[in-house]
């Protein structure tokens, strides 16, 4: 009798084996330092299909930085409680985003360093999904200002430029995070230390305190 053959793998689980190791190749080596033949032998894959399922180098950064967006912001949203105050939804919007770069290191390098430092098309793709983060943070700043009665609630160019602010911060704090490895805070201690800062001043603006040149 022959032998028998092994189970095929279903090509949506090989491909995702493939992302799975083109992300840490991207993320630990660079784009242009990535080569196809490490990220194969890590996929357990031949190389020949790996071009047969994702076509390029090019397409199969794309297909990377596409598939880390959007696990982020599912997880940013996934995390928010839906009719929670605004407080609490801005709290766990940025506690799902902190624990997930946190437990993702390479899909954060990913999108933060390697998509963002290669030119278009790929710095696009990070700019839809940011922009995508910070339209919902500005809806969140809209809400929280109108549950508040603050008067008069801020425009809506400002509640965009504190909500760039605020994601701007975040992206900050998850690289800061991530270069103090285990002996850093955790997740929860780092959104934490983000909504303090934030709250407060939101919580002066809400109040009709804000910052003035004397």
């Known amino acids: ?3 028998v053959k092994g189970k095929r793998v279903p090509r949506a689980v090989r491909e995702q084996q493939m992302l799975d190791a083109a992300v840490r190749i991207f993320a630990r080596r660079g784009y242009r330092a990535a080569s196809m033949d490490e990220i194969a ?4 894959v031949s190389k020949p299909l790996v071009y047969l399922y994702l076509h390029s180098k090019e397409e199969l950064f794309t297909a ?4 880390e967006a959007a696990a ?12 929670a105050a605004a407080d609490r939804q801005m709290w766990e919007g940025l506690n799902g985003f902190f624990a997930h770069t ?3 290191p390479d899909g954060w390098a990913v999108l933060h360093v390697q998509a963002r430092t290669q ?4 710095a696009l793709e990070v700019a839809a999904m940011r922009a995508e983060i910070v339209e919902l943070v500005t809806r969140q700043i809209a809400v929280a200002t109108r549950e ?13 430029a504190l909500a760039e602010a605020l994601v701007g911060a975040a992206e900050s704090l998850a690289d800061w995070a991530g270069a103090e490895g285990a002996e850093g805070p955790s997740a929860k201690e780092t959104a934490a230390t983000l909504m303090n800062f934030a709250w407060a001043g939101l919580g ?3 109040r009709g305190r804000g910052w003035a040149l004397g």
């Open 1 to 3: 009798m022959g032998a």
């Open 41 to 44: 032998e890590l996929a357990g």
């Open 64 to 67: 990377c930085i596409r598939r």
């Open 72 to 83: 982020l912001v599912t997880a940013i949203r996934g995390a928010i409680e839906p009719g």
């Open 102 to 104: 946190a437990a993702h």
């Open 119 to 122: 030119g278009e098309p790929f």
């Open 148 to 160: 508040a009665g603050c008067v008069p609630e801020p425009a809506g160019q400002e509640a965009s």
């Open 204 to 206: 002066n603006l809400m």
